[in-house]
DNA sequence: CTTCTTACA
DNA sequence: TGTAAGTA
């Protein structure tokens, strides 16, 4: 999860993303004014563009290819934007539900210690976390 | 030399 | 969208 810093890093000037793009200043610029993309700025108010800027102008350029619209295109990465949060949010859900469960099994473990067939949480390998 | 903004076609 | 002008 930490890739995302790095997909995040604005790395490289407009010259770059207009070969890795094939897009040409003007509709980069055109974009970034029309709210498609919003790349990082220099103190000398260059454009710096992250791998996520590019591969966003990639989708942008593919859609425009298609005959959509600035508008259009703003819904389409909107639509994406939600999309992607629905997803995060029902994997925390399901993460939140397994730790719930480990907390559960924990404390059964802790409650009845003298049941057969278990260990016992204060001997053997986790005993070095609790204090003697 | 590259990039930026603004303005006009 | 392309291009010219004047900057940074």
Redo the contacts with the bound molecule.
């Keep these: 999860m930490r890739d995302n810093i790095r997909r995040n890093m604005p790395l490289f000037?407009?010259?770059?993303?207009?070969k890795l793009t094939e897009?040409?200043?003007?509709?980069?610029?055109?974009y970034?004014q029309q709210g498609l993309i919003s790349?990082a700025?220099t103190e000398?108010?260059?454009?710096l563009f992250s791998f996520n800027d590019v591969d966003r102008l990639l989708k942008i350029k593919s859609w425009?290819e298609k005959g959509v619209n600035i508008a259009g295109v703003r819904e389409m990465l909107k639509q994406s934007q939600e999309v992607m949060e629905a997803k995060k949010e029902a994997e925390k859900a399901k993460k939140e539900l397994s730790e719930q469960e480990l907390r559960r099994l924990l404390k059964r473990q802790l409650i009845h210690p003298g049941r057969p067939g278990e260990t016992h949480l204060t001997r053997g390998e986790l005993s070095r976390f609790f204090r003697h």
């Design positions: 000037p407009i010259g770059i993303v207009t897009l040409t200043p003007r509709q980069i610029r055109y970034e790349p700025r000398g108010n260059q454009r425009m």
